[in-house]
Structure formats: structure tokens, C-alpha cells
């Protein structure tokens, strides 16, 4: 009976030395990751320089937009800076006021133009979309142009 709670305490024992080990072994290794910049710019894609950041509690979002091919978004702007990034397909901008235009490919980034009226075409295949917005609560992250649909 006592060699029964010995080999317990005992195997109990080895048990808590080898927990240090295992733990140290299982871990994974720490290093840096390799940074690649996107984007960094303090200004839309159609020139116009962003001016500030909306005021009150910041709010982040992050939306996946899929576009189907040979469509045009509604005329729209955004009230606060964005970033879009394509996923997959191509995304063609078009700034109403100016008539420039911007091809954005897969892998690429861009940031959106505020308070400008734009719009995004897609390509020959779905344009599926990543964007971040730094907005604020309780306002919209893009507003349609009179007449026009929402973007999303």
C-alpha cells in the first residue's frame, strides 16, 4: 500500500520537473516579423491631401467587399480616410469632378479620396475588396451621391 502512494508521489514528481521543459519546448521562438508597408501616404489616390481625422471616440472598420465583374459601385464619398486593399481582381477609381482615374490591381493598396465624389469598377473577374475605415461612431462609412444606391 505505501509502495502504491510512493510510485504516485513519485511519478507526481517527475511529472512537475519535466512541466519547465516541455513548456520550453513547445513554445514557439520569438523574431521579428518582416514588415512590407502597404500604404503610407497623407494623401487620396486623386491628389487631394488628407486634412484631419473626425472628431470623438475613434472607431475602426474593417469591411470585405465583393464586387461582381463589369460593375460599376454607385457614386458615393467618405467622410473620414480609408484604405482599400485588393484582395482579388482589379478596381478601376473614377473621380467625378476631375474625370481622373486610378487602375488599383491585386496586392495592391490605395487610399480613398474624402469627401470627393468616386466611385470603383471592377475587371473581368470578381474585384473582392479589404477596407479599413478610421472613423467614428454613428457616421456612416460611405454616403451615397444624391440619386444614387447605397455602395454596400
Same mark, same amino acid.
Given at each position: 500500500? =505505501?509502495?502504491?502512494?510512493?510510485? =504516485?508521489? =513519485?511519478?507526481?514528481?517527475?511529472?512537475?520537473? %519535466?512541466?519547465?521543459? %516541455?513548456?520550453?519546448?513547445?513554445?514557439?521562438? &520569438?523574431?521579428?516579423?518582416?514588415?512590407?508597408?502597404?500604404?503610407?501616404?497623407? #494623401?487620396?489616390?486623386?491628389?487631394?491631401?488628407?486634412?484631419?481625422?473626425?472628431?470623438?471616440?475613434?472607431?475602426?472598420?474593417?469591411?470585405? %467587399?465583393? @464586387?461582381?465583374?463589369?460593375?460599376? %459601385?454607385?457614386?458615393?464619398?467618405?467622410?473620414?480616410?480609408? &484604405?482599400?486593399? @485588393?484582395?482579388?481582381?482589379?478596381?478601376?477609381?473614377?473621380?467625378?469632378?476631375?474625370?481622373?482615374?486610378?487602375? &488599383?490591381?491585386?496586392?495592391?493598396?490605395?487610399?480613398?479620396?474624402?469627401?470627393?465624389?468616386?466611385?470603383? #469598377?471592377?475587371?473581368?473577374?470578381?474585384? @473582392?475588396?479589404?477596407?479599413?475605415?478610421?472613423?467614428?461612431?454613428?457616421?456612416?462609412?460611405?454616403?451615397?451621391?444624391?440619386? #444614387?444606391?447605397?455602395?454596400?
Amino acid at each position: 500500500m =505505501i509502495s502504491k502512494y510512493r510510485t =504516485i508521489g =513519485i511519478t507526481a514528481v517527475a511529472i512537475a520537473s %519535466l512541466t519547465p521543459v %516541455l513548456a520550453q519546448t513547445s513554445a514557439n521562438s &520569438v523574431a521579428s516579423g518582416k514588415r512590407e508597408i502597404l500604404l503610407q501616404t497623407t #494623401e487620396s489616390w486623386n491628389g487631394k491631401p488628407y486634412t484631419h481625422y473626425p472628431t470623438g471616440q475613434p472607431q475602426l472598420t474593417t469591411i470585405k %467587399l465583393t @464586387v461582381a465583374p463589369h460593375t460599376a %459601385l454607385p457614386w458615393h464619398t467618405h467622410p473620414f480616410p480609408n &484604405v482599400v486593399y @485588393v484582395l482579388s481582381g482589379t478596381l478601376t477609381l473614377h473621380d467625378k469632378a476631375s474625370g481622373k482615374t486610378q487602375v &488599383v490591381h491585386q496586392g495592391q493598396a490605395v487610399g480613398e479620396s474624402v469627401d470627393d465624389v468616386h466611385r470603383g #469598377e471592377s475587371g473581368d473577374e470578381p474585384t @473582392v475588396l479589404l477596407i479599413t475605415y478610421a472613423g467614428t461612431p454613428g457616421v456612416p462609412t460611405s454616403v451615397p451621391a444624391k440619386g #444614387e444606391k447605397a455602395e454596400y
